[in-house]
């Protein structure tokens, strides 16, 4: 596999960057994508597939990517078209993808859309409410955190989207009604004013709550497989996948770890690349 090489793409409303590594055998390219989370987070995964053409990018509004039309949240059908548009800029499909969090859901709904582009989808850990039996006080859970958000800033916003996703369970009625303190997580609780964070203001409310055509998504010529961390016990991006799984009609597919099973040291996270890698692999080869 080459060093990545960085190029860029022009879409409604955005400028993406994506990175490209060459590698050496003849499979479709491999698509690893994450939402907030950019390229930089796959380096490690990338790395446990020399022989694959490996394709990162950053979404739109993350690290490198920026954003042109002035618009604050993105919806995941933008996701989903900007996928489309480097799948197309990277030799048309069908590719493989890979996508974790909030990039599952966009992958998802890519394969909604575009289904002849994508040849196998792992769907790791889709945090999407509207699949849960608790789907109301969940959606209800991830509207408080914005709300904290709007009203106290980036530190209380991040303690209560911590808050949500590392509880275990089913979500009760009024959950977040008293929000954490931010210093209980080693977060300033300062107001700097600004309310556009990758996380908190541009994705967050989209991705969770987006409704997929689950009929399209059975029908599709795709291979979608749906996973999760062994790890990961009862939290909500665990039962996102389990319930997508479920409505999807396939079985569900442990991967090694938790919810970054795949991080190797990226933003201080550690999980278990080796070994998940190693799945993917069996997971990609069929």
Request: hydrophobic letters at 40%; charged letters at 25%; glycine letters at 14%.
């Amino acid at each position: 596999m080459t060093e990545p090489t960085t190029r860029t793409l022009e879409v409604p409303g955005a400028v993406l960057a994506y990175d490209v590594r060459e590698g050496t055998g003849d499979e479709p390219p491999l698509l690893l994508v994450g939402s907030p989370m950019g390229a930089a987070g796959f380096a490690t995964l990338a790395g446990h597939f020399p022989h694959r053409t490996v394709v990162t990018y950053d979404p739109r509004g993350v690290e490198r990517s920026r954003v042109t039309s002035g618009r604050v949240r993105t919806e995941v059908a933008e996701h989903a078209e900007d996928l489309h548009a480097v799948v197309g800029a990277v030799g048309g499909g069908p590719v493989d993808v890979f996508g974790s969090s909030g990039g599952a859901v966009n992958a998802l709904e890519l394969v909604v859309r575009h289904p002849r582009d994508v040849r196998t989808l792992v769907a790791h850990e889709p945090a999407s409410a509207p699949v849960l039996p608790d789907r109301e006080q969940a959606l209800a859970a991830c509207r408080r955190v914005a709300e904290v958000y709007q009203e106290r800033g980036h530190g209380a916003g991040m303690a209560a989207f911590i808050a949500v996703v590392a509880h275990e369970g089913p979500f009760p009625d009024g959950f977040l009604a008293d929000p954490p303190d931010p210093a209980a997580f080693g977060m300033p609780a300062d107001d700097d004013g600004t309310r556009d964070d990758p996380l908190l203001g541009r994705n967050m409310l989209a991705s969770t709550g987006h409704e997929h055509d689950l009929a399209a998504l059975r029908v599709a010529p795709t291979r979608v497989v749906v996973a999760a961390g062994e790890a990961s016990g009862a939290q909500m991006a665990r039962r996102g996948a389990e319930g997508m799984a479920r409505r999807l009609g396939v079985e569900l597919t442990v991967f090694p770890g938790d919810h970054g099973g795949f991080l190797g040291g990226e933003y201080g996270q550690t999980g278990e690349p080796e070994a998940f890698g190693k799945r993917l692999r069996e997971v990609l080869e069929g």
